[in-house]
């Protein structure tokens, strides 16, 4: 099955800092690639996607991209800000057949001001 | 446009209960899939509904069951409730064949 492995945290960063937050997959097939975020004590929100190699997710001055020759799926953002504190999943989904996301253990970040 | 909701927020039992969690999905999903999620851990699928039945399922043991209805709504059942089943209870909904799932706030479920 698929596997993640993600950069551990937490990572803590100033206010308006750059941020990277690697991930690695392991995947059969041509996954689709989704980062999400859980701010404190709420569920999962669909951060960004890419659907095939090469593509670029972007979301709220987040990106990644989908890259397939090094199974990769960074996450950077130019200048973050205290409201991005929260836990950050990358996460494959299957492809073919029913439609599974798989999360990895999640990395925390704290903005300070 | 209304989005994934859970009931309840929050619930307590004890060992060897049983219990109930819902959900609805968001309109005009029919694919509704539902997680663990343990404290400090990232989700763990359990299994997956479309169309009233079970087409996906993680490793979960039989005690976890589930249902689809009509609408698409979903119930998650868990018989003889351990103390490892204390954690986040996560509905997501989707499309059939899309890749990207909407999730649900959760229920967080404690077992004393």
């Known amino acids: 099955g698929n596997s993640v492995t993600q950069m551990e945290g937490p990572v803590t960063l100033s206010e308006e800092a750059f941020l990277t937050i690697n991930c690695t997959y392991t995947?059969?097939?041509?996954?689709?690639l989704f980062w999400y975020v859980q701010y404190p004590g709420e569920g999962l929100q669909l951060l960004l996607k890419a659907t095939k190699a090469d593509d670029k997710g972007s979301n709220k001055g987040f990106e990644a991209t989908y890259r397939k020759e090094t199974t990769s799926f960074h996450l950077e953002k130019g200048s973050v800000q205290v409201s991005d504190s929260a836990v950050y999943f990358c996460a494959p989904s299957n492809s073919g057949g029913y439609q599974k996301v798989t999360f990895g253990t999640g990395t925390k970040l704290q903005v300070i001001p | 446009e209304t989005g994934v909701t859970q009931s309840p927020t929050h619930l307590i039992k004890t060992r060897g209960q049983q219990v109930t969690l819902r959900c609805s999905s968001q309109?005009?999903?029919?694919?509704v899939s539902w997680y663990q999620q343990a404290l400090g851990q990232g989700p763990q699928f359990i299994f997956q509904?479309?169309?009233?039945?079970?087409?996906g399922r993680g490793n979960f043991p039989p005690r976890f069951s589930g249902l689809q209805f009509p609408n698409y709504s979903s119930e998650l059942n868990v018989n003889a409730l351990e103390l490892d089943d204390s954690a986040l209870y996560l509905c997501?909904?989707?499309?059939?064949?899309?890749?990207?799932?909407?999730f649900g706030p959760g229920t967080r479920l404690t077992v004393l």
């Open positions: 309109s005009g999903h029919n694919t």
């Open positions: 997501a909904s989707s499309l059939p064949g899309s890749p990207a799932a909407n």
């Open positions: 509904y479309y169309r009233e039945e079970e087409n």
């Open positions: 995947a059969t097939g041509y996954p689709s």
